[in-house]
Structures are given as structure tokens and as C-alpha cells.
């Protein structure tokens, strides 16, 4: 059971517009910023989205993300095939006092 | 090029304990923390904590106290992750990742490539 809930699937047809929420509680989400992690099999996770909203160099503008209270989203338009892989989001817990993720979110490019 | 690469392949047998290292270049390495996470078969990403590339200052998820711990050698830029007594739930693929040296702050901007560790009799 993870500390942040994300949907476990998600999918859309190229050129789609996707969002991939992360809910979470006052002691995580409500008061740390958001990180969003993507994973390809057998390969590193990579980071995709720090700070709410920030996209390091490397990652499309297609990817963008949102915070707004105990919750996040991530959203990604202009869907490819290369999209394709599990999302997670995460952020710190002072309640834990160490870094939680979800449960990750298999993304489908039909 | 900054990179962690990590060592290799691991198969151990329950009760036993497994060394994993993550070694570190392109960047000064007290600059950051190294965390672990990890990634059993099926399952999502869980921190295991983390330890400062300056102080060396650790700290770990509580269902893992007693039997983990991290080190470094700041001479080689080296991190190391030691788990005891395995049971065969940890059967995982294990990642070291880059950290801000405040724990609590930043992202893990760069991975290292994972280490599979199998617990099996």
C-alpha cells in the first residue's frame, strides 16, 4: 500500500492528451513539492517533472505537471509511442521523515 | 558525464547479506546525498533512505532499521548499501540515485543503472 495513491493504468491513442493524478495528504504533497519519475523496463528510472512543475533538460514541453492542494497530476499531450512506461510520482513525508512514492502508473499508447 | 554506475548481479540465500556498491563521476560527490530505492518484481519504487556525501549522515525507512546500512568512501566517490539477514520479499532490483544534500529537498536527478539481487534458497 503505498503512501500516494496513483491510478495503476492509464492509456490513449497518439496525439492524445493523458493526466496521471497523485494524491497524497497534508504531510507529503500538502507541504513538499511533487517529483515525477519515468520508468522504462529494465532501464533507470529517469527523472521527468521536480519542483510541481519544473522539466529538466532532456524531456519534451509535452510533459507538464500540477499541484494544487494534497493532490498532483501530471499531464502529457501530443501522445507517442515512446511514452509508453510507468510513471511515478513522489515527495517527501515529514510524517515519515523520508521520501514516498506511488504506486506508479502504467501508461498504454493504444 | 554524470553517471552512478553500480556493481552487479547478486544471488544470496535467505539469512545471508548482500554489499551493494554505487560509485560515482562527473560531479563532486560531497555536493550530494546518495539515496536507495528500491523495486521488488511487480511492485513500485520504494526509498530505502539515504546518506549525505558530506557528513555522512544516514537515515533509513523504519521497517528496514537493524538490518541496513550505508557508507561511503568520499576518496573514490563511492556509496555502499549493506542489507542483513535477507528475506527472500527482498528479492528486488536495487537503485542508488543522487540527491539533494538536504534530504527533505530536490529530486533524484540522476540514477544508477540497478542491481538485481535474488534471495533464494
Known amino acids: 500500500q503505498s503512501v500516494l495513491t496513483q491510478p495503476p493504468s492509464a492509456s490513449g491513442t497518439p496525439g492524445q492528451r493523458v493526466t496521471i493524478s497523485c494524491s497524497g495528504s497534508s504531510s507529503n504533497i500538502g507541504s513538499n513539492t511533487v517529483n515525477w519519475y519515468q520508468h522504462l523496463p529494465g532501464t533507470a528510472p529517469k527523472l521527468l517533472i521536480y519542483n510541481n512543475n519544473q522539466r529538466p533538460s532532456g524531456f519534451p514541453d509535452r510533459f507538464s505537471g500540477y499541484k494544487s492542494g494534497t493532490s498532483a497530476s501530471l499531464a502529457i499531450s501530443g501522445l507517442q509511442s515512446e511514452d509508453e512506461a510507468d510513471y511515478y510520482c513522489?515527495?517527501?513525508?515529514?510524517?515519515?521523515?523520508?521520501?514516498?512514492f506511488g504506486g506508479g502508473t502504467k501508461l498504454t499508447v493504444l | 558525464q554524470v553517471q552512478l554506475v553500480q556493481s552487479g548481479t547478486e544471488v544470496k540465500k535467505p539469512g545471508a547479506s548482500v554489499r551493494v556498491s554505487c560509485r560515482a563521476s562527473?560531479?563532486?560527490?560531497?555536493?550530494?546525498?546518495i539515496s536507495w530505492v528500491r523495486q521488488a518484481p511487480g511492485q513500485g519504487l520504494e526509498w530505502m533512505g539515504w546518506?549525505?556525501?558530506?557528513?555522512?549522515?544516514?537515515d533509513f525507512v523504519q521497517k528496514l532499521q537493524g538490518r541496513v546500512s550505508v557508507a561511503t568512501d568520499t576518496s573514490t566517490g563511492t556509496a555502499y548499501m549493506e542489507l542483513r539477514n535477507l528475506r527472500s520479499d527482498d528479492t528486488a532490483v536495487y537503485y542508488c540515485?543522487?540527491?539533494?544534500?538536504?534530504?527533505?529537498?530536490?529530486?533524484?536527478?540522476?540514477w544508477g543503472q540497478g542491481t538485481m539481487v535474488t534471495v533464494s534458497s
Open positions: 562527473g560531479y563532486t560527490f560531497s555536493d550530494y546525498a
Open positions: 513522489s515527495a517527501w513525508d515529514d510524517s515519515l521523515n523520508g521520501w514516498v
Open positions: 546518506i549525505s556525501g558530506d557528513t555522512g549522515k544516514t
Open positions: 540515485a543522487r540527491g539533494s544534500i538536504v534530504a527533505s529537498f530536490g529530486a533524484f536527478d540522476i
